[in-house]
């Protein structure tokens, strides 16, 4: 009966040509459920990562999808089907546990999952309506600015609500703003630093990995995604400042650009052939990128984009590039790093062009010390980003939260 009031409710709104969705508790109950507005994008590499280990490791679980953050990454909306298609050619078994965010959906289950404030604060009506407990990962982005008076809300209501149970925080200065602004108390949270990365990068071969002067150009790559002009908050406008600077000295250095910038972002014509630009690439394409780079620059700043807007450290493009083989040089202005080395395992610089360009000269005179952190760093990564480091305690977390409710 419920199947045929489902396909007639569907037809009616395909003929009213209107997106509607209705939450409601049947009698089939999932252990875990997923929501998420991005997944499966093939450029969310992280996503596929982790929600694809969850729906595997939990046999009765299932994932809500809704594609309305397609836009943000230039994607039309209707590319979503087409991504999921290419998942379940890949994972046949997700097949059953897919969900769009449309018709009549069964929202019942031992606990709820998903990333970001924004999506948490989403949920929370219904998850409160129908008393289904909820953890949920704190990743900067996604609508989580410290002291600004909407994020706040958004914690305040998260925190407050009589369904949360844990949340995971992947960097220490969201931990740290947590506890002293009273919203979560200290053994509620669970820190894991940095965050989740396709497996599959950590299996990139770089035997054949060649580093100047064993080739012909010291290569130089920026990659990130374009949130507001000339890429202010990335660091994008120092990366062109610091590729004119260098093209006066060098004639052999050469720089690329992966993600939302283009040569009309911010001239570029004085650099001519000595700059490409590769647009938004998958995450499984970046490889064939970084393995012609020698170092990545990643000056973001905090604050920029918004009052209280920060990136976590290092970015996920950071992280891909190291496990490539690649040099990071990047910017830490909030002290996000607890982990890595500095200088033996990668390079924290000021926000400036002069102390970039005074790194980047160093390692042309001594491209011995690039290798070593080279080999060092991506050494450190492969540790810090394992699925054992990342996602263990995840599921830990998960499997312990649903166990309490087997109800």
């Known amino acids: 009966m419920l199947i045929k009031i489902k396909r007639r409710f569907l037809k009616f709104r395909k003929l009213l040509n209107f997106d509607f969705f209705i939450f409601f508790k049947g009698l089939k109950k999932v252990d875990l459920l997923i929501y998420d507005d991005v997944f499966p994008h093939p450029v969310s590499g992280f996503r596929h990562e982790e929600f694809s280990v969850l729906l595997s490791g939990f046999k009765k679980s299932k994932i809500i999808l809704s594609s309305k953050s ?9 590319d979503n089907k087409k991504h999921v ?12 546990k897919i969900v769009f965010r449309t018709g009549l959906i ?18 929370i009506e219904w998850l409160e309506k129908y008393k289904i407990p909820f953890v949920f990962t704190l990743y900067p982005g ?61 299996n990139t071969g770089i035997a054949l990995k060649k580093y100047y002067p064993n080739k012909e150009t010291f290569d130089i790559v920026f990659c990130a995604a374009k949130y507001m002009p000339k890429g202010l908050d ?14 006066k000295k060098y004639d052999f250095v050469l720089f690329h650009v992966v993600g939302g910038f283009d040569k009309e972002e911010i001239d570029v014509s004085l650099l001519g052939n000595k700059i490409a630009f590769y647009g938004y690439q998958k995450f499984e394409d970046l490889a064939a990128i970084y393995k ?46 607890t982990v890595f080395e500095n200088e033996k395992e990668i390079m924290i610089i000021n926000s400036d062009v002069a102390s970039i360009e005074e790194m980047i000269i160093s390692f042309i005179q001594n491209p011995e010390k690039l290798i070593a952190i080279s080999k060092n760093g991506r050494k450190k990564f492969l540790e810090i980003y394992s699925n054992d480091y990342q996602m263990n305690p995840r599921i830990k977390l998960l499997r312990d939260e649903i166990e309490k409710n087997k109800k």
């Not at 298609?85 to 059953?96: E, S």
């Open 70 to 78: 397609y836009p943000l990454l230039k994607t039309p909306i209707s």
């Open 85 to 96: 298609q290419g998942l379940i050619r890949t994972n046949k078994k997700f097949k059953r």
């Open 106 to 123: 069964n929202i019942n289950a031992k606990l709820f999952y998903c990333i970001f404030i924004n999506n948490i604060y989403e949920n």
């Open 142 to 202: 996604g609508g989580f600015e410290m002291n600004d008076v909407e994020s706040d809300f958004k914690l305040r209501k998260v925190f407050n609500s009589e369904m949360f149970r844990q949340v995971i925080v992947t960097q220490k200065v969201t931990e740290d703003y947590l506890i002293k602004n009273n919203f979560c108390v200290a053994h509620k949270i669970i820190y894991v630093f940095g965050g989740v990365v396709p497996q599959i990068s950590l």
């Open 234 to 247: 990335k660091g994008y406008d120092i990366f062109v400042e610091l590729a004119h600077n260098l093209i």
């Open 292 to 337: 012609k780079m020698d170092v990545i620059v990643s000056p973001n700043k905090p604050f920029l984009y918004g009052k209280g807007a920060f990136d976590g450290f290092p970015l996920g493009t950071v992280i891909e590039a190291v496990l490539n083989g690649v040099v990071a040089i990047v910017t830490d202005e909030l002290n996000q790093n």
